[in-house]
């Protein structure tokens, strides 16, 4: 079926309006496609504030205003309707307010209440006149003048106290202390001289023993080579058993000594008993006498001779020699 150019006119035409309607509507902040509220304010004076124009709550948009209007014939004061298209509830003691920015367009603040009764469709909410730019800025300022009036009023208690404190004998201690200072200074620059300063001198000297070391690491590795490998030879000597031998030979040593204290052995009794001592020191002495007889006089003791005769001489009653028994028993 084909389409006249009527027909297509008529629908062209439709539509055009159509959109025209609804951007009039939005421009105006009322938006046709969604149920809106209704509320409005009385003002005594609006400023610039005009048609479409935002209204906010914590900055954020809620509405426009869709309509102002004087609220009588002698204009006492300016009706203004603001279109809500935002589901918010307002508290029915919240309070509209003009804002004007320095920079940007008027638009009307709603400071919230707290009440629990909300805002109905066609109600009207409180307003209040605004500073304006004047009493923005004087609202803004107020704070940082406040802060400043007591940072000035600190600053004038610390220099009061600062001067007080500053007397003449003070200001004296502290042009002391500020000469010591230099002095200190100039003494840390002579001490971190690059050249002539001791730390300098310290680190040349440092540098000097590590080249030392650096030039003698194989005599000192081979020192450390000899110092390990004496080490190891002493752990392989088995240094336990040894102590174990030698605590062995101790304990038999003090045995001895304990049986020679307590006169028990010969030992013992030689050192202790007096007569067994001179009997076998009698003894000894006999039997050197006996055997010097007999090589002074041996036909006396063998008895075989075919020519010569018997030996009739004397006895001998005291050693040949002089380094004998009897010579040692008179020391």
């Known amino acids: 079926m084909k389409i006249s150019n009527e027909t297509k006119v008529g629908?062209?035409?439709?539509?055009?309006?159509?959109?025209?309607?609804?951007?009039?509507?939005?421009?105006?902040?009322?938006?046709?496609?969604?149920?809106?509220?209704?509320?409005?304010?009385?003002?005594?004076?609006?400023?610039?504030?005009?048609?479409?124009?935002?209204?906010?709550?914590?900055g954020n948009s809620i509405g426009k205003v869709y309509d102002k209007d004087f609220t009588d014939n002698s204009a006492s004061g300016i009706l203004i309707t603001i279109n809500l298209t935002s589901a918010v509830n307002i508290p029915n003691n919240s309070i509209a307010v003009i804002a004007s920015p320095i920079a940007g367009t008027p638009y009307v603040n709603v400071q919230l209440g707290d009440?629990?009764?909300?805002?109905?469709?066609?109600?009207?909410?409180?307003?209040?006149?605004?500073?304006?730019?004047?009493?923005?800025?004087?609202?803004?300022?107020?704070?940082?003048?406040?802060?400043?009036?007591?940072?000035?009023d600190t600053l004038t208690t610390v220099l009061t106290s600062v001067n007080k404190l500053f007397d003449p004998t003070t200001k004296g201690n502290i042009q002391g202390i500020i000469s010591n200072l230099l002095v200190s200074s100039a003494s840390l620059k002579q001490l971190l001289d690059a050249e002539t300063g001791l730390l300098a001198k310290s680190v040349t000297n440092l540098n000097a023993i590590t080249g030392n070391l650096k030039n003698n690491n194989d005599t000192?590795?081979?020192?450390?080579?000899?110092?390990?490998?004496?080490?190891?030879?002493?752990?392989?000597?088995?240094?336990?058993r040894t102590l174990d031998s030698l605590q062995s030979t101790v304990?038999?040593?003090?045995?001895?000594?304990?049986?020679?204290?307590?006169?028990?052995?010969?030992?013992?009794?030689?050192?202790?008993?007096?007569?067994?001592?001179?009997?076998?020191?009698?003894?000894?002495?006999?039997?050197?006498?006996?055997?010097?007889?007999?090589?002074?006089?041996?036909?006396?003791?063998?008895?075989?001779?075919?020519?010569?005769?018997?030996?009739?001489?004397?006895?001998?009653?005291?050693?040949?020699?002089?380094?004998?028994?009897?010579s040692s028993s008179k020391r």
Do not use: C, W
């Not at 590795?221 to 080490?231: D, K, M, S």
């Open 115 to 152: 009440s629990k009764v909300f805002l109905k469709n066609g109600d009207t909410i409180e307003t209040k006149l605004a500073g304006g730019i004047l009493g923005d800025l004087t609202s803004q300022v107020n704070p940082t003048l406040e802060k400043a009036r007591t940072a000035i």
């Open 220 to 240: 000192i590795n081979t020192i450390l080579h000899n110092v390990n490998t004496t080490t190891q030879n002493l752990a392989a000597l088995n240094l336990g």
């Open 11 to 58: 629908v062209l035409t439709i539509v055009a309006i159509t959109l025209l309607i609804l951007g009039f509507n939005f421009l105006k902040g009322n938006n046709v496609l969604h149920k809106s509220k209704k509320i409005y304010a009385v003002f005594n004076e609006v400023g610039s504030l005009e048609k479409s124009n935002d209204v906010k709550i914590k």
């Open 251 to 326: 304990s038999q040593l003090n045995d001895v000594v304990y049986k020679i204290n307590h006169n028990n052995g010969t030992l013992g009794l030689l050192m202790s008993d007096r007569q067994l001592y001179d009997n076998l020191r009698n003894t000894a002495l006999a039997m050197e006498i006996l055997i010097d007889d007999i090589k002074v006089h041996p036909k006396r003791y063998v008895n075989v001779s075919v020519f010569g005769k018997k030996d009739k001489g004397d006895y001998l009653t005291s050693p040949a020699k002089k380094d004998t028994v009897a």
